[in-house]
């Protein structure tokens, strides 16, 4: 498989977690041995489809680079940059937006989720149109590739089916981007594991965050909801809050769910629990020291957006000026 360019994007809504990590930076990482073009923003402007508070989220923009650069992405080997520094994001959008069915949207399964059932008057035209600035983000690059969740398998189909649009009409201009799936399951919240773990969820004991100490690393999972049943069995549908352990354990320890549960046969969730809190504090220690030691180096991480914003906005300004040609604008 000949990997040109990725790209991929992270929202600054709060600390990055354990989902975050499993899910997508961990695979983030691994990916630049394999790619030598490679775009990561943070998606600031994704962030706010939903209402922030200005200082929080300036804080956040900061907070999130760093853990992206304390779990191993490497300023030298990506691209990393926060979104709105580079304005064609929002540019594009627009053009794409102009030539997409309103409809693709509404059959958006998260919209479905989030914002059709929500209060007309409230919810955002920027909750429903986001998909068309993930659409952007990834066209403006150019990017052959895209590490994707599940959850985000219909936007990128959503992506593709905008650059086959735009290509039919203007001629051969974006690749249709391809997902790179990372192979690990969602990762559920340790008070509701029928809700995924998310940045935003008011419940701090919900989520493992890569700034825990180990003592609220042990903390969060000995209260994390299990049931009553004594065993340790992989059934996500009747066993959903064991079963969300097992699966962080397997993706952790990078050893299959049956195994897992084998290897706890005749043990109780309490023996879970401990093992698996023991496992993050020795796995997370040191990206906490790395945040630490990142969060004092102000000039350090302000460097790294600058360059990241520069190196970004030359390959956007390249594109976008083919793009606006096409369209007529220019
Ligand atoms: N719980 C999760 N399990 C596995 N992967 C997850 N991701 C997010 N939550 C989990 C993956 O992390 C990447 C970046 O996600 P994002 O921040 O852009 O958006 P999100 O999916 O909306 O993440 P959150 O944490 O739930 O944020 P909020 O609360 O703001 O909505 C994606 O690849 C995602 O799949």
Known sequence: ???????????????????????????????????????????????????????????????????????????????????????????????????????????????????ATSDRDVVSLGLFAYPVLMAADVLLYKATHVPVGEDQLQHLELTRDIARSFNSTYGATFPEPKPLLSNHKRVMSLRNPLQKMSKSDNQEMSRITLSDTPDEIRKKFRRAVTDSIGNITFDPAERPGVSNLVTIYSAVTEISTEEVCLQFEGKQSVDLKEELAEILVDKLGPIRERIEQLESDEGYVDDVLTRGAERARAIAEDNISTITRLVGLS
């Open 1 to 115: 498989m000949v990997i040109q360019r990725i790209f991929s994007g992270i929202q600054p809504s709060g600390v990055a977690h354990l989902g975050n990590y499993l899910g997508a930076i961990r695979q983030w990482v691994s990916l630049q041995d394999k790619c030598e073009s490679i775009v990561y923003s943070v998606v600031d402007l994704h962030s706010l489809s939903v209402p922030q508070a200005p200082l929080l989220l300036k804080r956040n923009i900061r907070s999130m680079t760093v853990c992206l650069l304390a779990c191993g992405v490497d300023p030298d080997k990506s691209i990393i940059f926060q979104q709105s520094q580079v304005p064609q994001h929002a540019q594009l959008m627009w053009l794409l937006s102009c030539r997409t069915p309103s409809g693709w949207l509404s059959r958006m399964t998260q919209w479905k989720a989030k914002g």
